[in-house]
């Protein structure tokens, strides 16, 4: 109670401590998001209002008030391809915004300051507290760290900020920290020096595909001992083996009218050698699942259909494989989702498959967001997630929250449920006549990419391999999203955080799906270093839009292999 009278008195100093409104730097600060900020929800308000009283102390600054129209909101969020004159309109120079976290030592609070200088990263910088008491403090700090990182203060000149060839250098690149070592031609991978680099590059093939996949996953279908992979598009599923080092189409299977396929995964969960294919997705307004074996004499073959879950096969490597599911709804308001994941049985008589028990994750993460993988080799399993804000998070085997990413990993643009024309088509029968602006005001609650779990290097401990969709716009209006091209990305855990170990080339549109796989492994002949063979399959549409899939005439499917050495 005590802290909560300071942080009210703090805030009314803050609010005395008016600008002087010189011709310098105008900021949009939003309302910072807090429905991952746990106990610490309460601060909401009071971030913004001590974050912005410390920015505009020396009158250097000037906070205009974030209370902007939805409409002047809608305007910034799709301003990608004019991002200075959507500046003009709402007459700022720069917009802030941010997210809160309660995590295992603390709070954590991350805010992005959005330039309109054209082709530029956002810059986001991290303010970490182990407790209440220390808020005050830090927010002075981080402040400070502001001002110099974002503004220059000293040295800011507003010219540059959009049209200079000077300042701001670290708009220019997600990781002005690093420096890549880069590869020799298109499809390439570069690595950054450390424990495990990039040494060769293989045989590079791309072929094309009808319609836009969505997932992806790798699985021996016909009991062969060499891997299938199984491209999922929102009509249909593809099967592709490589012969010969080249990508082949084996096998195609339509899916029925009106049915929008979001996932697929592949296992073996009978243990008879032959992994099953798992689809998931929504007929209209529910989940309808299937499950599907192939082989190449037969071809597909239906073993489950019409299931009213979203399903997921999890595979361990000294416990019985588990299905999972989660179920929708017809609710408008909760995105069609259903509210827990449960370990799914079959009912011998009926066939049907029912959830007996409820599967243990932290509160807030859905069936298709997160990987189990031991990030520290101590033979205990961390939860790898991305949340709504394309943020990476790791929890322990316990449920606490360890690490909040600062840069964006899996942005998608597939999402649960219908449409927004879906709704507005049947809003008569389900609905009760719904206006327009809510059925479109709904939040969609989106379905990251697959997070790959793999220990690539041979030490004992799981890397992460993400895709990095760039974001164009600003992340205000949660329903909004458009994609720019994109990277996949190697993450290493350090025991605090994640590194990028290496990445792919950035793809010139919408990445929609990938896989990775070890090939085999050799001595090298110098240093006797193990040396992994890799290869890759990665997807990227023709093209993309806001609110869900532009369906492209063509996807293009890229095929390359690589050798990582320890």
Not at 170 to 183: D, I, R, V
Not at 228 to 251: A, F, M, P, Q, Y
Request: with cysteine; glycine share 10%.
């Amino acid at each position: 109670m005590a802290l909560r009278i300071f942080l009210l008195t703090a805030l009314l100093f803050c609010g005395a401590l008016k600008p002087a409104l010189a011709e310098k730097i105008n900021l949009a600060l939003m309302p910072i998001d807090m429905s991952a900020a746990g106990k610490y929800q309460y601060l909401g308000g009071a971030l913004n209002s001590m974050l912005a009283g410390r920015l505009t102390s020396d009158g250097s600054i000037s906070v205009v008030d974030s209370a902007i129209s939805k409409k002047d909101l809608s305007l910034l969020e799709g301003a990608a391809d004019n991002k200075g004159s959507m500046f003009e309109k709402l007459g700022v120079d720069f917009v802030g915004s941010g997210f809160c976290y309660e995590t295992a030592d603390g709070m954590k609070l991350q805010m992005s300051f959005f330039s309109p200088r054209q082709g530029t990263e956002p810059i986001t910088l991290t303010m970490t507290t182990e407790g209440e008491a220390a808020i005050l403090s830090e927010i002075d700090t981080f402040a400070a760290e502001i001002k110099s990182k974002v503004f220059g203060f000293e040295q800011y000149n507003l010219s540059n900020a959009v049209s200079g060839d000077d300042g701001l250098a670290a708009f220019q690149t997600s990781h002005p920290e690093k420096a890549y070592k880069m590869g020799a031609y298109a499809g390439t991978v570069s690595g950054e020096e450390g424990d495990a680099s990039v040494i060769t590059m293989g045989i590079h093939t791309t072929i094309s595909l009808s319609g836009t996949a969505v997932s992806m996953a790798s699985g021996d279908l016909d009991g062969d001992g060499t891997l299938e992979h199984v491209l999922l598009s929102t009509t249909g599923l593809v099967v592709t083996k490589v012969k010969d080092d080249r990508l082949r189409v084996e096998g195609e299977y339509d899916f029925a009218a009106g049915y929008k396929a979001n996932r697929t995964y592949v296992a073996d969960m009978n243990g008879d050698g032959k992994s099953e294919i798992y689809v998931s997705g929504d007929q209209r307004f529910s989940a309808s699942s299937m499950i599907l074996s192939w082989n190449q004499t037969d071809g597909f073959a239906v073993s489950a259909d019409n299931l009213s879950w979203y399903i997921r096969p999890l595979t361990f490597k000294n416990k019985k494989p588990l299905l999972i599911g989660q179920r929708s709804t017809k609710n408008l308001e909760t995105g069609f989702l259903g509210r827990g994941i449960y370990e799914l049985e079959q009912d011998s008589n009926t066939g049907r498959y029912a959830g007996w028990k409820r599967f243990g994750l932290p509160d807030g993460i859905n069936i298709f967001d997160f990987a189990l993988a031991d990030l520290d080799g101590d033979g205990t399993q961390e939860t790898v997630a991305v949340d709504g804000n394309e943020k990476l998070l790791v929890y322990s085997a316990a449920g606490e929250l360890l690490s909040v990413s600062e840069q964006t990993y899996g942005g998608s643009l597939v999402h649960f449920g219908p449409t927004t024309a879906e709704i507005q088509s049947q809003t008569n029968i389900l609905f009760g006549n719904i206006s327009k602006e809510k059925a479109e005001g709904r939040s969609l609650i989106f379905i990251p990419e697959a997070i790959l779990v793999k220990d690539i290097d041979g030490d004992g401990k799981d890397e992460i391999i993400v895709g990095k969709n760039q974001f164009e716009g600003y992340r205000v209006l949660v329903n909004s999203r458009s994609y720019s091209g994109g990277s996949i990305v190697c993450l290493k855990w350090d025991g605090d955080e994640f590194k990028e170990a290496w990445k792919t080339k950035k793809y010139p549109s919408y990445l929609s799906a990938y896989d990775i796989w070890l090939t085999g492994e050799k001595a090298a002949s110098e240093d006797g270093k193990i040396v992994k063979n890799v290869r890759m399959i990665v997807t990227y549409a023709g093209k993309s839009s806001f609110l869900g899939i532009s369906m492209a005439d063509k996807t293009k499917v890229e095929t390359f292999s690589f050798e990582i050495q320890q």
